[in-house]
Structure formats: C-alpha cells, structure tokens
C-alpha cells in the first residue's frame, strides 16, 4: 500500500512536471506571435487612375464600364450612398446628368474621403462638374476616379486584410463585437467557465461537438495557433494559451490583434480578415464612416460570414443584426431612439469589385522591377500598394487584339504555317507606351498566359529585320545632312561588300530591284540595298551608337548586316527607340511603376519621366515624314486598309526566311509594337505587314476611337519645297510629277530640274525675255 | 478726323500694353496663353499650378504626383516639365533636372518668358555640374529672351 501511494505521488510529480514544461512551451510560443503583431498581408497592384473635368469626352472614357470594373453599382434614384451612382437623362436625349458618390480611397499623396459628385454631360461632353452638399453644390475642376486593383501578391495563402488600431474603430463597432461575441470580454481572463460549462453540457446531450463558449481570446488563440477542427483536445489547448494570453497582455492588445485577425467573408478565392478591410468590401467606407446598423451586421457576421453575408443572405444578414442591436439595447449601448433608427435602415451592401488580372504579363514585369528594388518577402508579405501607368482600358483593346488576330491568322493563314502543329503555338507581343513620359499604358506577352508565362515583350529578343531602317537614315541625317535628305537617289543595284574575310550580299524582298530610288521610297518600300548602301557609307559603329542612345541595350553586332535588322531586340527596347521618333528626338525610358507605398502611408518609391536629348528633332520629323509615307503608300499601306485613319506613322518588319513579324507604329499620343511568331524560331512564312500589322491596326483602332487626334508637330527649321522626284531637284513647270517634300532648312536643292528644263531654248532667249527658270 | 482716331487707337493700344500687368511664375499659367487652351491642357494646368505650390512648400512626393497626374491628362503639358525639372534641381537632381528642361524649352517655343526661366534654370544645373562655361551660355540666353 506504501508503495502504492509512493508510486502514485511520483506519477503525480512527473505530470506535474510534464504540465509545467507543456506550460512553458505554449507560453514561448504566445509570446513569439505576439511579440512582433504581423500578419501576411498581400502587396497589390493599381492600374492609373481616371480623370473627370469640363471639356472631356466621355465616350471615350468608356465610363460605365470603368464603373462596373470598380464596384460602383447602378442605382435608379439619386443615391448619397459611396459606391453609387445615378443617371438622368430624362431632360434630354443628348443630355445626361450623372450623380455618383466616390468612393473613399488611400492615393499614394494623400487619403481621399468621398464624397457626391454631379456633372452634365451634353452631346457626349462633360460640360460641368459639381461636388453635391446639403447646403447647395460647389464647382469643381476636376474629380479623380480611383484607379483599379489589377492583382495582388499573395505568399501561399491567399488571404486580404489592411492593419487598423484599436483606436480607428467606431465605439459601435467595438462594442457590437464585443457584446455578441463575448459580452463578459472585460471581466473573464481569457476564459468564460459559464460559457464553457453551458457550451459542455449541451454538446454531451446531443453527442457531438455543436457549440462553442469561446471568449474572443480565445477565438483569436484558435486562429492564431490551432486548427478549426472541433475537438476537445484542441479546446483545452486553447483555453490555457487564452490564459497565458490574457496574463500577459491587456485586453487593448488582445482586442487589436482579435479586430485584425477575425475571418470575415470571402473574395473569390481570397479570404477577407479584420473590420477595416471588410467595412470597405461589404459597404465601400472607412471604419469612421460606419452607421450604427452597418456596426451591427459587421459584428454579427463574425459567427459565420458565409451564412450571414449581406451578398448572398440579406434576410439572414438582417435577422442577426436586429439580434447584434437587441443585445446593444439590453447593455444600455445605444439609445432606444438609436436601435429603432438602426432597425429601419435598410441593406446597401456595395458591389463587389472585380479584381480580375487583365495584365498578367505586365503584372509579372511590374514584379521584376520591384524585385530590382525590394526582397521578394517584403513584395508578398508587407502589404505594398504599386501604383502604375496601365490604362486598363487600353490594355483590354491589346487583349483583344491579340486573341482575334492570332486565331485569325492561324485560320486565314494555315497553309504558310508550314509544320500544322505550328498553329497551335502561335505567338504575338505587343506593348504600348506614351512617348512623352514613357509611361507603358498595355503590354500582352503572349497568346495565353495560363500556357505560357514567358514575356515576349521584355524577355524575348528576336531579330527585329526592317524595324531597324529607320535608325539607319536617321543616323544618316544626323551625320551626313547635306548627303542625305529624303529626296537623295539611290542606286538600287545588287553589290557584294567584303569586310574582315567575309562577304555580304544584301537581296531585295523578291529580289525586285528598282535601279534608282529616293531616299524616301526606300524607306516607305522597305528596300534592302539603298538601305545597305546608305547605311555603309554612314558608318555602322555610328548607327549603332545611335541606337543604343534611344534605347536598345541589346548586344549590336557591328557588322553590315546590322543595318536590315539581324540584331535581337526586345519589343520593349523597339519602343523606347521609337518613342524617340514619336518624341522629336528625346529617349524617355519606358517604365511601369510610378509609385510603391507602404501600408501606413510612406512613399517608398516615387518615380516622374526623364528625358534624354538623343537626336534632333529635325532629323526625327525627317523619318516621321517618310514613316507616314509607309502607311500612305508603302509597305504598311494594310494599316489604311483596315481603315485606321488617324495621323500616324509606322515600319514594318519581316526578317530572314519570314521568322518573324513585326510591326512599329505611332500617333503623337502613343507608340505601340507589335511582334508574331513561334517561340521555336520557326518559319512563320508570313510578313510583318500581314501577321504583325493587323495586330497593331486593331489595336490602335479601339485606342483612338471617340479622341481627337493631333498631327506632328513640325519643328523649326523644317521646310517644305517643291521636287521633281525623278531628279531630286527644284520642280519647274515642265516636270511631269512634282512632289512637295520637308528638307532641313540648308539642304534644299538649289537647283532647278535640268532634265525637265529647256536649257537650248534658255540660251536662245534673250535674258530681258526670260520670265523663270522655264 | 481720321489720322486723329487712329492716332487715339495707337496711344490707347500702347498705353495698354504699357499699364498692362506682366505676368509673373506665380501668375495662373493658362494666361500664358495667346488663345484658348484646350480642355485637357486647362485641367493638366490647374494641377501643375497645385504642384507650383507644393513645390514652394517643399512638398517634393506631393508635387512630383500631381505633375505625373497632370501629364497624364496633357502629355504635352510643357509647364508640368518645366516644374518637373524645377523639383529634380530642388531634390538635387541637376542632371535629371536638365533632361526634361529640354523637352520644356522645345513645347515653349512661343513663351520667351518661360523659354528663358528653362534657361536660367538650366543654367543654374549646369554650374552644378561643374560646366561653367554652358551654364555662362545659358544665362545669357536666358537675359536676351527675358530683354527680347
């Protein structure tokens, strides 16, 4: 009997022991998660924003869909709810008058509360703009829609919230949580033996695990360290981490970690968590701007935010509310004038917005360039707001584009797709960029990102063939002026040219051979040898010095080739580089990201244009002028034909054994490239002008619909003077064409056209006679 | 009687001109200029003035976002490069900041007022730069538009 007991009390001492070390090692981990509060929090990704004043064209702001994309939702009476927005056009046929209350939202600069706008809009014009306020409207200049949440960062699970202190939330809010959820939270120390003890007994009498007691610490010990399976192990578990909790920290701590942490609903395929993050997705507001009713659903859904959400079960959501309220009532929360007004309200959740990623490569290349700054943990974890230049609007015409133009061509075109499996695996890049400042607005880089996520944009570099002429005459212009203008004639004869024991012999597309050609119609025809000629005599170490100073960083070989485009370049670089012709000669490097915020508000990156003086304008205008000419009557005469009007400029691109297609165009507003091919560097069997160019044309077509379209600006020294082609001279009267043609102000023909003159004639005629040079 | 009138307008147009106020940097930059601008240019200036402001303030991150913003409503904007490259030359920036004067100084071919404060400017980052003799060229070619 004596060693019985003796056993039992050693038992007893190695229990006592095997607790105190369990204790220990519950106590280490609390203390570790709460040491440092920090939750993953997704980092995410905003297009630009959308600018409203007097004077803009709405059609082509493409409002309502911008609206639908950014949850506002379409009510039909005037609403002073934020997320809403009204339209009257009851007046007028031609006139509209819009009432939409804006949305609260962080700007990198500056936190925006919104607020009711109204503007008029007359014959598609936006002709006046007012705030709405009780006490009559004030004129505004201007309104900015917020920009779209184009993706987000997510480190394995895919979970969204935004930090709040404790001190942000509405006492209602608070209070609400707090008295539905754990009304005894002030007294308890982290457990309620009461709830407990009613949550046991009815669970033994019906068998199974149906209620819970749980305190709010303990809720947050549960979803902090343990699984939400239901056992009782699990329970006990968390009821001692509840205790060591609430010894060690105060109820301010463990209130604040609760309002962050708790699950409240779900976006797709990401979960939502904390108040403040769910007082903007279900109600479009900031905690401060929560009705006491919005308190009370908010709370309420914390029991089951699936069964109670205001999106899928109104009635439900209603019912727990008015309960959340009745327990608010009983406490002496609110006022008995409080709880009826909260009753009569009724549910206006807002429309949840969709984030669907319609830029994934231009997702993916703004992720590169972060990671250029920042640690890739810091990009998943650390809630980072990117703000960039993608208009979305642009960027789904280039989505479009690509999707009909590829399977257009692999329809049309199956025959030239040499290998038949090749039609499956078709590829197209395009990017779009504002010359001015660089700013990339869309970029699609490839056929299907779900396929393939390599970039065909930034990271593919392929021959770029006839792109490059351009850089080759206007180099010439630069180095050789009084050489080279647009009317200089070339011979167009097959030669061989010998360099460093090789030889080079240049072919004509079809080896079609002209004998003589302006300098201009070698461009505008793409034609190989005047190129090759021209492009020899400039020098190609200069020509690619030029290049590199608009952009391209790609290895340039120095050989002659070179000249007809036998470098691989990216699409990325071809745009800078013709972004400097767009831009009267200056390189503005083109970029994505214009500002990276923290999650409390710093600017971590801020980033404006830079502008780099590469070429001079003149010589830029020059190519403008012939670039024009292709598209007028050249070899991307296919852009007129899909019946793209508007002022541009444009060079297509077809390189060795048709491999790939390439297309570079402009307006002064924008510049775009466009590329088709395989990735396999086989045989495409088709020209730049007829797989890249309509690319490129259906494009540009949706970006200029509805805008007013401005010309090239002609700089100084630009002249225009009349020429006979066929001899690069002064036009006289007998000349059977004349063709007015831009010279830089110096290198104009001085002479008038001798083979088209009467110089026998001119001697016989008295010089008190001679009216001209006739 | 009529040389008497035309005489009266030339007095009265000269004295116009002489008691007119010269605009100023700080004046509202639409009246800059000689026809109505667009309402894209109109919008782009409003917010290149709040800039002008925040500049003055020292406001750096809040005056760089609304010249972004103003440019991204007119790219063409040339006072939005001109303030631009004001803030580069303030954030010590001078060779950023001579980029885009020059892109400035092209869009303000017909505002020798503003031609030549891209000038003064650009001459004050080119002596920070250490290149005096093109900072010596670029304010003298700021003092002939400014006398021009």
Redesign the interface.
């Known amino acids: 009997m004596k060693r019985f007991f003796i056993l039992l009390g050693m038992l007893a001492i190695i229990l006592l022991m095997g607790a105190v070390i369990y204790l220990f090692h519950l106590t280490s981990v609390v203390q570790q998660r709460f040491s440092e509060l920090r939750w993953d929090i997704p980092s995410k990704v905003f297009s630009e924003s959308t600018h409203l004043f007097p004077g803009v064209q709405i059609q082509s702001l493409n409002l309502k869909s911008k609206l639908d994309r950014l949850g506002y939702r379409f009510v039909t009476s005037p609403s002073m709810r934020p997320g809403e927005y009204f339209i009257d056009s009851s007046n007028s046929p031609s006139q509209e008058i819009w009432i939409l209350y804006l949305k609260d939202f962080d700007y990198p600069t500056r936190s925006f509360k919104g607020f009711p706008v109204r503007w008029t809009v007359k014959q598609g014009m936006l002709v006046s703009l007012e705030k709405v306020a009780l006490k009559g409207s004030q004129a505004l200049d201007m309104v900015e829609l917020e920009p779209e949440l184009i993706s987000e960062f997510f480190r394995g699970i895919r979970s969204d919230r935004e930090i709040a202190k404790l001190e942000a939330l509405p006492a209602h809010l608070l209070n609400a949580i707090v008295v539905i959820e754990d009304a005894r939270f002030l007294e308890h120390s982290g457990i309620d033996p009461k709830g407990i003890l009613r949550a046991f007994l009815t669970n033994l009498k019906s068998g199974k695990i149906v209620q819970g007691g749980s305190t709010l610490t303990q809720q947050l010990v549960k979803n902090f360290f343990l699984t939400q399976k239901r056992s009782y192990s699990r329970k006990i578990n968390e009821a001692l981490m509840a205790l060591i909790v609430e010894s060690k920290y105060s109820k301010d701590v463990i209130l604040e970690a609760y309002i962050n942490e708790v699950y409240m609903g779900q976006r797709g395929s990401t979960s939502i968590h904390g108040m403040k993050k769910a007082a903007q997705f279900y109600f479009s507001k900031s905690l401060d701007r929560l009705t006491l009713s919005e308190c009370a659903i908010l709370g309420g859904m914390i029991q089951n935010p699936g069964l109670h959400s205001p999106f899928k079960n109104p009635k439900k959501t209603i019912q727990r509310r008015n309960i959340v309220l009745q327990k608010m009532k009983e406490h002496q929360l609110i006022l008995p004038a409080e709880y009826q007004e909260a009753l009569a309200e009724a549910l206006h959740p807002s429309k949840v917005p969709s984030v669907k990623n319609s830029a994934p490569y231009f997702v993916d290349h703004v992720r590169q360039e972060l990671l250029e700054r920042y640690p890739e943990n810091v990009i998943l974890t650390q809630g980072l707001r990117i703000f960039t230049s993608l208009d979305i609007d642009l960027q789904l015409y280039a989505n479009q584009a690509m999707e009909i133009t590829l399977a257009a061509l692999e329809k049309i075109h199956v025959q030239e797709l040499t290998v038949p499996q090749n039609a499956a695996s078709l590829q197209g890049a395009l990017i779009a960029v504002q010359p001015q400042t660089g700013w990339i607005k869309a970029l699609v880089g490839g056929k299907n990102y779900e396929q393939s996520q390599f970039n065909r944009v930034t990271q593919a570099k392929r021959q770029v063939g006839s792109l490059f002429k351009p850089l080759v005459f206007l180099t010439a212009f630069e180095r050789l002026p009084q050489k080279y203008t647009l009317s200089t004639l070339l011979k167009d004869e097959p030669f061989v040219y010998e360099y460093d024991h090789h030889q080079w012999e240049p072919q004509n597309y079809e080896e079609k051979y002209y004998e003589e050609v302006s300098l201009r119609t070698a461009l505008e025809l793409s034609i190989n040898i005047p190129t090759a000629k021209v492009a020899l005599d400039v020098g190609i170490p200069h020509i690619a010095a030029q290049a590199k100073k608009m952009g391209i960083t790609s290895y340039l070989p120095q050989v002659p080739s070179l000249a007809l485009g036998s470098a691989e370049v990216s699409p990325l670089e071809m745009a800078g580089a013709y972004s400097t012709l767009a831009n009267g000669g200056f390189y503005v490097p083109p970029y994505a990201i214009k500002h990276v915020v923290s999650p409390d508000g710093a600017i971590l990156t801020e980033r404006a244009p830079e502008a780099k003086k590469v070429v001079s304008e003149q010589s830029t205008y020059l190519i403008t002028q012939a670039l024009q000419g292709v598209l007028e009557r050249g070899s991307g005469i296919g852009v007129r034909m899909f019946g793209f009007n508007a002022v541009a400029a444009g060079k297509t691109g077809t390189t060795n054994d048709y491999v790939d297609a390439w297309f570079a165009g402009y307006t002064s507003q924008l510049v775009a490239v466009s590329w088709v091919g395989f990735d396999q560097e086989k045989r495409l069997g088709l020209t730049g002008a007829q797989a890249a160019l309509p690319l490129w044309t259906r494009f540009m077509l949706q970006t200029t619909r509805g805008k007013k379209q401005a010309s090239f600006q002609v700089p100084e020294k630009i002249i225009s003077v009349e020429i006979d082609p066929r001899t690069a001279q002064l036009a006289t009267r007998r000349c059977p064409e004349r063709l007015t043609e831009v010279f830089l102000k110096g290198t104009e023909p001085k002479t008038f056209c001798e083979r088209h003159s009467a110089p026998v004639l001119q001697k016989k005629i008295a010089p008190e006679f001679r009216k001209d040079a006739d | 009687m009529k040389i008497c009138i035309l005489c009266l307008s030339v007095f009265f147009a000269l004295s116009c001109s002489l008691f007119q106020k010269k605009l100023t940097r700080d004046d509202p930059l639409v009246l800059f200029y000689k026809t109505d601008p667009?309402?894209?240019t109109?919008?782009s200036l409003?917010?290149t003035e709040r800039a002008r402001e925040n500049i003055k303030d020292k406001k750096y991150?809040?005056a760089?976002?609304l010249?972004?913003?103003s440019?991204?409503?007119d790219?063409?904007n040339a006072f939005s490069?001109y303030f631009?490259g004001l803030?580069y030359h303030e954030k010590n920036e001078p060779k950023?900041s001579n980029?885009?004067l020059?892109?400035a100084k092209?869009l303000f071919?017909e505002m020798p007022f503003w031609l030549s404060a891209c000038y003064e400017l650009s001459s004050q980052n080119w002596l920070k730069l250490g290149y005096g003799h093109q900072a010596q060229e670029d304010a003298l070619k700021a003092e002939a538009l400014v006398k021009h």
């Open positions: 667009l309402p894209e109109v919008a409003k917010l991150s809040k760089l976002a010249l972004n913003q440019l991204e409503i790219p063409d490069y631009l803030l950023r980029g885009i020059e892109r092209l071919r």
